[in-house]
């Protein structure tokens, strides 16, 4: 690394709280190393209380940009300069590149999760998808999965003020796609059981598996998951979340968040760098 810094070299961040267990860094400068660019990729530990004095921060060093992770994905908004279509739509910001201080946030998840759901085989395209969470992630799958002829949409989540965010997901999906789409308290057992019984896929999009919460699952009745039934986790640490693993004992298919994170990266790293990510190289070295 400290072979390739120069004093052109131009820094992308990662923004998010916890963040020292990210791939991000390994990935992105790896696939900098690879084609010979000046850049380097480094995580900082930032949650919504400093995230605007970082972005100002950002501007005035004229970083080239960053990536928005948890809980800082719809914080972002308010600091930037305008959006990607994908991105308004959301209401979340995952990718911020710098043009010459103009800051445009973009959102690249749901991409690369239709994306790593079509690279394991999965095609959802015309069925039923059932997904617990209502944050910058859950929203972006939402409605890429509505955009790409996902048929119908359940979603789930806390009555918290994410609740009152997907009301609005559920508008926008409605108003700009065919897709059926309708939300549900996540506390209702009995809606989420129903729902998932005639879903093609069942989608954890919220932070549970994840450390601090890696001990935790939002299904725990095993009976809820039948054996024709894919169940996905944008958690990739653990690779196999105690969801998963719950849902391989029964019989399910099963996919992680790695191949999400990896595609959403790679569409990250070609809006910074103009480049396309070497992807099958980085897949040799993550997974």
Known sequence: M?????GKTKLIGLLGTPISHSLSPKMHNEAFAKLDLDYVYLAFDVGNEQLEQVIKGFRALQ????NVTMPNKTKVLQHLDQLSPAAELAGAVNTVVND???LTGHITDGTGYMRALKEDGIDVIGQKMTIAGAGGAATAICI???LDGVREISIFNQKDAFYERAQQTVQNITSKTNCQVRLFDLNDQVALRREIGDSAIFTNATSVGMKPLETFS???DPTMLRPELVVSDVVYIPQQSKLLKMAEKQG???INGLGMMLWQGARAFELWTGEEMPVEYIKQLLF
Request: hydrophobic share 35%; aromatic share 0%.
């Open 2 to 6: 400290g072979e390739r810094i120069t």
């Open 63 to 66: 970083i080239r940009g960053c």
């Open 218 to 220: 939002l299904i725990e």
């Open 144 to 146: 890429q999965a509505a």
């Open 252 to 254: 399910c298919r099963t």
């Open 100 to 102: 010459n201080g103009v």
